[in-house]
């Protein structure tokens, strides 16, 4: 066996040679993956004893990718081009051996090996996109070649992986492999010598781009199929550009196209923020006071308390990830319309054809309803997700811990109440945490986890490690009113409410807010979720918002009475401008003595999101969030903050804080007192510094 770099050995066994990577955790292509891979091909090919070569990787994973970390850092040799190169040039076949997930420059490197085998579990793909870029080491010009243009469009253009059994159906990879992966693969590649098979270079196939060729229109075609997904992201065009050149141009003509339109991507800001936006995402899973070797609870029962619309989208979570649930609600009726509500949403998946009967059997096979919460006695974690009412809550709290058995993990949905508060109606404040999924709770990715002070380290750990069980993605925040996420939509709302007062259309308002590339503004969000739940809760604390009130008074809750702050035609979910709305603003403005004036588009935007900013810096200061990134993390998932943004941290740190500053102290001059700096983006700007520097 020869070390050929750190991370890379070559061994001949009888007439293969195998090079074999070794980079935990994922083989991400570092410059000495690369110069390995190079020189493990190079050792193969001048190695008399063998005939062909076989390039596999130990750990978890195949190559998942370059290495992310080197992006941005002056480039080192050798490039991913000249390996790939060097392997699709071999005189000897070379064979990739696939397990875990091929991805990106991954998978344009098995790309460049004359044949792939996988085991079944492995999945292949080009996620690129997702990260702002595009396959910049030949997978566009190469997937094409092998899978025809429409399947690559989607590949390049989507990021999703496919599966082993779909990429042997469309040729990308040559067999499945039982058992040992790397046995097989020297077996493989033994036949492909014994048999003569040809060195398939996958450049010099065109047969698969010619449907392509005589129908042009296909990427026109593909272009409006994905535009309101992609709607202002930079990367699936140049992705679907890059294709077009695979098409067009020679091979290492396309290959120029290639990296000219990633280097255009590479540049942008996109890019900037989607990259570190993937790395937010993995640091808001690590708490930075609870060690990572904290033992984890066993989580292998769930109950959930209360089968409304919240309680049977959570219930839906668990169910997917095979953990049966208790699903507890107070009177029979009310049990079974939120069963039947259950079922009938996997209805609706299975007949989209996005969920199998199996599955959906399988998933209402786990889940039992019940009327008594002693039938909660054995589970363990409970997460109760009635109406928000301290006294109810409290209530259920004291009966939970009387019932539960000991080690059980007691989690509120509330998005409003103290949850420190909660966690002492028990005598095991410990295992009182507050786990507030977004509506509806079955899609929304985000889980903002909420510790009270006395939440044990081993509860949010096994927390943290839930969500990823369940498909969620989690951020760990403190207590304080509305958390983390709405604490900083409070602020956006009330701007918005008074920038209609002073003159601003509200349908301005959510257009602004809609091309900054949120998924819509303020007013139809509000119209979505129902303007009742807000009017409930002012009328709660005793506070007034006079437009939002009148409204309400109206019985206009919004899109399910067909009226809110927009008008809805019956079955259309469109809003219109209704003249009604505008008649409550200009009154209310009248009553307010406002003198109602011309809003331009800049200043609807800075003073929607730059208190959202400002309210960030002070959870940032109170220590509610732990990291500027976290914050990302829960507007990306929770509230669809676009993600080629990522994130009003990151947003505040391209607009630079000192600007953000100047113009807050201008708004003061202007609206008063509301517009003071927080003291730490007071800090920052004059420092120079972004949170990026915390
Ligand atoms: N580069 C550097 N670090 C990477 C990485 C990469 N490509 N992929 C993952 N990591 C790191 C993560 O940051 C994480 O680090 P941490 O433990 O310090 O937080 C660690 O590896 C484990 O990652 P995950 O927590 O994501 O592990 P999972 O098992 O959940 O998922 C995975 C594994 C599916 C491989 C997932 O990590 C992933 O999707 N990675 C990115 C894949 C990707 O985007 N590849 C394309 C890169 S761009 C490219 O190849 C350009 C080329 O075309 C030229």
Redo the contacts with the bound molecule.
């Keep these: 066996m020869t070390a050929i770099t750190e991370f890379v050995r070559y061994e001949a066994q009888g007439t293969v040679g195998v090079v074999t990577v070794n980079n935990p ?2 083989n ?2 570092s410059q000495g993956v690369r110069e390995g891979i190079k020189g493990g091909i190079e050792a193969g090919m001048a190695d008399a004893s063998v005939t062909s070569i076989v390039l596999a990787c130990d750990g ?2 195949f190559i ?6 080197e992006f941005g850092k002056p480039p080192t040799e050798p490039g ?1 081009h000249e390996v790939i190169g060097t392997i699709e040039s071999s005189n000897k076949p070379v064979v990739a051996a696939i397990h875990g ?1 091929a ?4 998978l ?1 490197t098995a790309l460049g090996c004359h044949y792939r085998v996988a085991v079944a579990s492995a999945k292949v793909g080009l ?2 996109v ?2 702002g ?1 595009l ?3 030949g ?1 566009t010009q190469r997937l094409p070649r092998v899978v025809g243009v429409p399947m690559a469009l989607t590949m390049i253009a989507g990021g999703a992986p496919i599966g082993a059994k779909k990429a042997l159906e469309v040729g990308l990879v040559d067999e499945i492999v039982d058992g040992d992966l790397t046995e097989g693969a020297i077996e493989f590649a033994k036949k492909v010598v014994a048999e003569g098979r040809p060195l398939v270079k996958i450049s010099d196939q065109n047969e698969k781009l010619e449907d392509a060729r005589k129908n042009p229109s296909l990427f026109a075609d593909f272009r409006k199929s994905i535009a309101r997904k992609s709607r202002n992201f930079e990367a699936p065009e140049n992705c679907i550009k890059a294709v077009e050149g695979a098409v067009n141009l020679p091979f290492d003509e396309g290959l120029k196209r290639e990296r000219e339109l990633f280097m255009e991507l590479m540049q942008g800001e996109q890019s900037g923020a989607q990259q570190y936006f ?2 937010a995402e ?2 808001a ?1 690590k708490i930075p006071d609870v060690p990572k070797d904290t033992p984890l609870l066993d989580i292998n029962t769930a109950g959930i308390i209360g089968a409304g619309t919240m309680g049977g989208g959570i219930a839906m979570n668990f169910l997917q990830a095979g953990i049966p649930v208790t699903i507890v609600e107070t009177k029979q009726e009310f049990l079974d319309k939120g069963m039947d509500i259950i079922k009938s949403n996997y209805a609706a998946t299975v007949s989209k054809g996005r969920m199998s009967q199996d599955a959906m059997d399988k998933c209402m096979s786990l889940l039992t309803g019940s009327i008594n919460l002693e039938d909660l006695s054995d589970v363990d974690i409970v997460i109760e997700a009635i109406f928000e009412n301290m006294d109810v809550k409290k209530d259920i709290f004291g009966k939970l811990d009387k019932i539960c058995k000991q080690g059980a993990i007691l989690a509120t949905n509330t998005s409003t109440l103290d949850i420190d508060e909660i966690g002492e109606a028990t005598t095991r404040p410990e295992y009182v945490i507050g786990l507030h999924f977004f509506s509806p709770a079955n899609v929304m990715k985000l889980l903002e986890e909420v510790r009270t002070k006395k939440t044990s380290a081993t509860v949010m750990a096994t927390c943290m490690a839930l969500a990823k069980r369940i498909g969620k993605i989690p951020a760990m925040v403190g207590v304080c009113e509305g958390f983390v996420g709405n604490r900083i939509l409070a602020q956006r709302g009330e701007q918005a409410n008074k920038l209609i007062l002073e003159g601003a259309k509200l349908e301005d308002v959510d257009r602004v807010l809609f091309d900054f590339g949120l998924p819509m503004g303020p007013f139809a969000m509000s119209d979505l979720a129902g303007n009742d739940v807000g009017w409930r809760i002012r009328q709660g604390k005793g506070v007034t918002s006079p437009v939002a009130d009148a409204i309400c008074e109206l019985g206009r809750f919004g899109q399910k009475t067909g009226d809110g702050y927009y008008h809805y035609e019956k079955g259309n979910r469109t809003p219109q401008p209704d003249p009604i709305v505008e008649d409550i603003i200009i009154n209310a403005a009248r009553d307010a003595g406002i003198n109602r004036r011309q809003v331009s588009d800049e200043e609807i935007l800075k003073r929607c999101v730059y208190p959202m900013i400002n309210e960030a810096a002070k959870i940032l200061e109170e220590g509610i969030a732990s990291r500027a990134s976290d914050i990302d993390v829960i507007w990306v998932y929770g509230y669809g903050w676009p993600v080629y943004r990522g994130g009003p941290m990151r947003y505040a740190d391209h607009i630079g804080l000192d600007n953000i500053y100047n113009d807050m102290l201008k708004f003061k001059e202007e609206f008063g007192d509301e517009w003071t700096p927080a003291p730490l983006l007071e800090k920052l700007a004059k420092e120079g510094k972004g949170f990026k520097d915390l």
């Design positions: 955790p994922v991400a292509l978890r994973t998942a990718g370059a290495d992310i970390t991913l997930t991805l990106g420059g991954g344009e996620p690129e997702k990260l870029l396959p910049g080491a997978g993937f790395f993995r640091l899973n």
